[in-house]
C-alpha cells in the first residue's frame, strides 16, 4: 500500500504548499489502486502557511488533477470516497491539532502512542485561555484518554515500534479493499479447547471471562508461541462489549462479544 507520512523534522510536519499536495496526490493513487492507506502522523499537521500559499497548493493539485478550484476540503473528501471501499488507518505518533485531526478522526482506525501522541482540536493552552482550567495534554487528547474515554483510538501503543507491527497484524486479518477476498490459511494451529468445559459456572449469575473462551474456540497464533490468534480492537473502551480479529481454522474472521466479568 501507499504510505502518507508527517515528518516532524520538516515544517514541524504541517500541510504546507508542495507537500500538501503530495498528500493529495497519494491519497488519490492509493484510491484509485485499491490498496490500504496507513496515515502515520508525527508532527503538528496544521497549516503554517498563509492563505495565499495554502490556496496556491491547492490550484497547483487542482490544475494536475484538472478538478473544480473550490474544493478546498479535498483530502476530508477523500476520506469519505475511501470510506468503505479501501482500509484507512492512522497511526498517531506526535502531536496532531487543528484541522490536522479531522482526517484522522474519520478513517477506519487510529492508533496512538502512549506519552508522544496527541489528537486535540484546540490545545491546553486555548483550554486556559477560554475556560481557565489547567488541563495537560495527555489528560485532554492523550493516548489514555482517546483509547479509554472516548473510544475515538482503537489501539494504545507503547512505543513507535508496537505501532507499527499493530498496523502489520491489523492489515493481515482484513482485505485490500471491499472486492477482495482474504486467502484461506492452509496450515493452522489448533487451540487447546480444554479450558471450555470448565469455563462457563454453573451458577448463572457467577461472572466468567469472555476471551478464554474466545481463546478456546480460535485458531491459535501462527506464531506457536501458544498465544491465541485473537486481536482485540478498542480494548480500553466499553469493556462490556469486547471486539477484534481473529482466525478460524485459517480464515479471518471478526467476534463481538458480552463480556460478563
Known sequence: PFVIRHFKKVYAGTHVQLPQVKSLMASHFTLASDRPIPLL????????????????????????????????????????????VIPQISAVMGPCAGGAVYSPAITDFILMVENTSYMFVTGP??????????????????????????????????????????????????????????????????????????IIPENPNQPYDIKEVINGIVDADSAGDGTSSFFEVHKNFAENIVVGFARLAGRSIGIVANQPT
Open 41 to 84: 502522523i508525527d508532527g503538528e499537521s496544521g497549516f503554517r502557511a498563509g492563505p495565499k500559499d495554502v490556496f496556491r497548493s491547492l490550484k497547483l493539485y487542482c490544475e494536475l488533477k484538472h478538478m473544480n478550484e473550490e474544493k478546498a476540503a479535498d483530502i476530508f473528501y477523500r476520506n469519505t470516497l475511501a470510506s468503505g
Open 125 to 198: 493552552n486555548v483550554v486556559k485561555t477560554v475556560t481557565h482550567e489547567v488541563v495537560t495534554s495527555e489528560e485532554l487528547g492523550g493516548a489514555q484518554a482517546h483509547s479509554s474515554k472516548s473510544g475515538v483510538a482503537h489501539f494504545s501503543c507503547a512505543n513507535e515500534m508496537e505501532c507499527i507491527n499493530h498496523i502489520k497484524k491489523l492489515l493481515s486479518y482484513i482485505p485490500q479493499n471491499c472486492e477482495d477476498e482474504l486467502s484461506v490459511q492452509s496450515e493452522f494451529i489448533n487451540p487447546d479447547s480444554s479450558i471450555l468445559s470448565s
